[in-house]
T-cell receptor, first 113, second 111 residues
Framework: EAGVTQFPSHSVIEKGQTVTLRCDPI?????LYWYRRVMGKEIKFLLH????????ESGMPNNRFLAERTGGTYSTLKVQPAELEDSGVYFC???????????FGNGTRLTVT | QKEVEQDPGPLSVPEGAIVSLNCTYS??????FMWYRQYSRKGPELLMY????GNKEDGRFTAQVDKSSKYISLFIRDSQPSDSATYLC???????????FGAGTTVTVRA
C-alpha cells in the first residue's frame, strides 16, 4: 500500500509569492488532514476534510491559506501571499475513519525568505 | 499553559538500555493516546495507539496511560541504534479528531 505522498518536499520562496502544496492520501482514506510545525513549536492542526468537504478549518492561521480537495482525492494547500512566519514543515495525514490512526506524509519544508 | 507537555531532551542511552519517555496533559477530555516516531526529514510514524487508561505492549514497546494523573509513558526495551529518532506523544478527544502533539523528545541510542 502506498503511503501518503506530499510534494514538493522542499520549497523556498520569497515573501509575497504564492506556493501550492499537494498531498495524495492513502487510497480509500476519506479523511485528510493538514498539520504544520513551525520552528520551535509543536505540530499543530490546520484543517480536516472528509472526502471533498471541509469538516473543520479552525486551525487555519488566516485567510492567506486556502485548502481544497476537489473530487475527494488529493488535496492542495495554497499560501498567498506568503509571509516569513509561514516557514515550517507542512504535514498531510490521512485515515480511514474518525479515530482511526493517522498516517502522515514526509511533509513539505517551506522556507519563506 | 500548553495542553501537552513533553520534555524535548535530548536523551542519550547505551544500546540495550530501557528508554523511558513521558508526557503530561491538562485536558481531561483526551481519550485517545498515541506515540509517534519521527526520523530526520520524515513524517511521524505511528508506534502505539491506546484508548483510555491502561497498558499496551507491542514487541519492545510498552505504552502506559494513567488518566487519573494525566500522564502517559512509552518504554522501549533493549534499545537499538535504529531507535534513535524523535518520539512524539499525541492525543485527541472523543468527540473530535484533532491531534494535540507534544514537542517531541530526541533520543539517541549509542552503539
Amino acid at each position: 500500500e502506498a503511503g501518503v505522498t506530499q510534494f514538493p518536499s522542499h520549497s523556498v520562496i520569497e515573501k509575497g509569492q504564492t506556493v501550492t502544496l499537494r498531498c495524495d492520501p492513502i487510497s480509500g482514506h476519506d479523511n485528510l488532514y493538514w498539520y504544520r510545525r513551525v520552528m520551535g513549536k509543536e505540530i499543530k492542526f490546520l484543517l480536516h476534510f472528509v472526502k471533498e468537504s471541509k469538516q473543520d478549518e479552525s486551525g487555519m492561521p488566516n485567510n492567506r491559506f486556502l485548502a481544497e480537495r476537489t473530487g475527494g482525492t488529493y488535496s492542495t494547500l495554497k499560501v498567498q501571499p506568503a509571509e516569513l512566519e509561514d516557514s515550517g514543515v507542512y504535514f498531510c495525514a490521512s485515515s480511514q475513519a474518525r479515530h482511526s490512526p493517522l498516517h502522515f506524509g514526509n511533509g513539505t519544508r517551506l522556507t519563506v525568505t | 499553559q500548553k495542553e501537552v507537555e513533553q520534555d524535548p531532551g535530548p536523551l542519550s542511552v547505551p544500546e540495550g538500555a530501557i528508554v523511558s519517555l513521558n508526557c503530561t496533559y491538562s485536558n481531561s477530555a483526551f481519550q485517545y493516546f498515541m506515540w509517534y516516531r519521527q526520523y530526520s526529514r520524515k513524517g511521524p510514524e505511528l508506534l502505539m495507539y491506546t484508548y483510555s487508561s491502561g497498558n499496551k505492549e507491542d514487541g519492545r514497546f510498552t505504552a502506559q496511560v494513567d488518566k487519573s494523573s494525566k500522564y502517559i509513558s512509552l518504554f522501549i526495551r533493549d534499545s537499538q541504534p535504529s531507535d534513535s529518532a524523535t518520539y512524539l506523544c499525541a492525543m485527541s478527544r472523543s468527540n473530535d479528531y484533532k491531534l494535540s502533539f507534544g514537542a517531541g523528545t530526541t533520543v539517541t541510542v549509542r552503539a
